[in-house]
Antibody, heavy 119, light 106 residues
């Protein structure tokens, strides 16, 4: 069974930093494209970033480019999101999601972790 | 990136049919996907590649595509179908989600 468990969220001041982690199990992590998707309170879903299995291909939404860094450690079956220069508009639930080759989309999602940026 | 536009809300009586549209200029060239999200939960994939249903998703959920619009149809709506629904498609570097539709079961 695919499991994705996010951690590392919390309250941070504007301009601060935070690192999110996602622990993966139940599939071959090293060959899976992984993503971060976020959702501001009461708002819709927003794709944030993606990384290929080998880390050779990395993409970011324009809203986080230059501030966020996605990475992975295949030996630890873990995905990360380093968030710097945080703003109030970065507040929301952050989901780790796995791309499925079979479904050609983000078919597996973690339960999400809340990040609150506030003074 | 481009936009995917959905109606903000749809209301439907139990047993009736709910129709949710999603419009976007890139949809004739890209597959569309649909997710259901209930309060406090992660999204669940309902439809992939415009019309396909993952295993475990009830047959009352179906997808269709025509030009720049894709449609999610829920036939014989049940109370448990009350949720937010999002369409999704790909762009050059990532994913684009629709604006979301709240389905209310009267």
């Amino acid at each position: 069974e695919v499991q994705l468990v996010e951690s590392g969220g919390g309250l941070v001041k504007p301009g601060g930093s935070l690192r999110l982690s996602c622990a993966a199990s139940g599939f071959t992590f090293s060959s899976s494209n992984m993503n971060w998707v976020r959702q501001a309170p009461g708002k819709g879903l927003e794709w944030v970033s993606s990384i290929s299995g080998s880390s050779s291909d990395i993409y970011y939404a324009d809203s986080v480019k230059g501030r966020f860094t996605i990475s992975r450690d295949n030996a630890k079956n873990s995905l990360y999101l380093r968030m710097n220069s945080l703003r109030a508009e970065d507040t929301g639930v952050y989901y780790c999601a796995r791309y499925s080759e079979n479904y050609r989309t983000l078919a597996y999602w973690g339960q999400g972790i809340l990040v609150t940026v506030s003074s | 990136s481009y936009e995917l536009t959905q109606p903000p809300s749809v209301s439907v009586s139990p047993g009736q049919t709910a129709t949710i549209t999603c419009s976007g200029d890139a949809l004739p060239k890209q597959y569309a996907y649909w997710y259901q999200q209930k309060p406090g939960q992660a999204p669940v994939l309902l439809i992939y590649k415009d019309t396909e249903r993952p295993s475990g998703i009830p047959e009352r959920f179906s997808g269709s595509s025509s030009g720049t619009t894709v449609t999610l149809t829920i036939s014989g709506v049940q109370a448990e179908d009350e949720a937010d629904y999002y369409c999704q498609s790909a762009d050059s570097s990532g994913w684009v989600f629709g604006t979301g539709t709240k389905v209310t079961v009267l």
